[in-house]
């Protein structure tokens, strides 16, 4: 599969404590994306890093990218109940024509208890 | 902020029936894209269009078409529905190497 693949499929954690999730994919990105998806809804665009980063930080995530293990990492610190969302990366592969397109992940699904 | 629009929240269609989804972006984007979501399998690309009247297959085009006779409107058409087309549409919109902003999704039902 050329599709990053989230680790673990799904994490249940208190609120306060930090959520870590982790992307692996098979082939060379141009950038690689973390979304969030609230439950039946659209996704959400949170952070992009791009193949000559190692790591970038928004507000409470933290993204880490190592292109010599292929994989990815999304941390949440403090987590917050409204954090429950599924999380998913997305890889974009530069292909020529069609180098925007962005191949997702199946998701990490995050349960942040009260 | 951007915003992506979808012309409905939900949708039930019967077997056969040719079916339009809409979706229209409001912030000058060249390039929109057709996923659908369904559980254990995630989002997959059904197609893409990167300017007006141009249009690229994804990975699961079959049983689609697409038009993009605009710039801010990017349609899917379900040619003849099928039952096993039931999921959840989400159309997106992206500048070049930029995050894409999505809209609400349509859950569509096919009985």
């Known amino acids: 599969s050329q599709q990053g693949e989230e680790d673990p499929q799904a994490l249940s954690i208190q609120e306060g404590e930090n959520a870590t999730m982790n992307c692996s994919y098979k082939?060379?990105?141009?950038?690689l994306q973390w979304y969030r998806q609230n439950s039946g809804r659209g996704l959400v665009h949170l952070i992009l890093?791009?193949?000559?980063?190692r790591e970038k930080h928004s507000g409470r995530l933290r993204v880490t990218l190592d292109t010599s293990k292929k994989s990815s990492s999304l941390l949440i610190t403090a987590s917050r109940a409204a954090d429950t969302a599924s999380y998913f990366c997305?890889?974009?592969?530069?292909?020529?024509?069609?180098?925007?397109?962005?191949?997702f992940g199946k998701g990490t699904l995050l349960t942040v208890n009260p | 902020d951007v915003k992506v629009t979808q012309s409905s929240r939900y949708l039930v269609k019967r077997t056969g029936e040719k079916v339009f989804l809409e979706c229209v972006q409001d912030?000058?984007?060249?390039?929109m894209f057709w996923y659908r979501q369904d559980p254990g399998l995630g989002l997959r690309l059904i197609y893409f269009?990167?300017?007006?009247?141009?249009?690229e297959k994804g990975d699961i085009p079959e049983g689609y078409s697409v038009s993009r006779e605009k710039k801010e409107r990017f349609s899917l058409i379900l040619e003849s529905a099928s039952t096993n087309q039931t999921s959840m549409y989400l159309c997106?919109?992206?500048?070049?190497?930029?995050?894409?902003?999505f809209g609400s999704g349509t859950r569509l039902t096919v009985v």
């Open positions: 997106a919109s992206s500048l070049w190497e930029r995050g894409y902003t």
């Open positions: 082939t060379s990105i141009n950038n």
């Open positions: 890093i791009r193949s000559n980063e």
């Open positions: 997305a890889r974009q592969v530069n292909s020529g024509g069609s180098n925007y397109k962005l191949t």
């Open positions: 912030m000058d984007h060249e390039n």
């Open positions: 269009s990167y300017d007006v009247k141009m249009k």
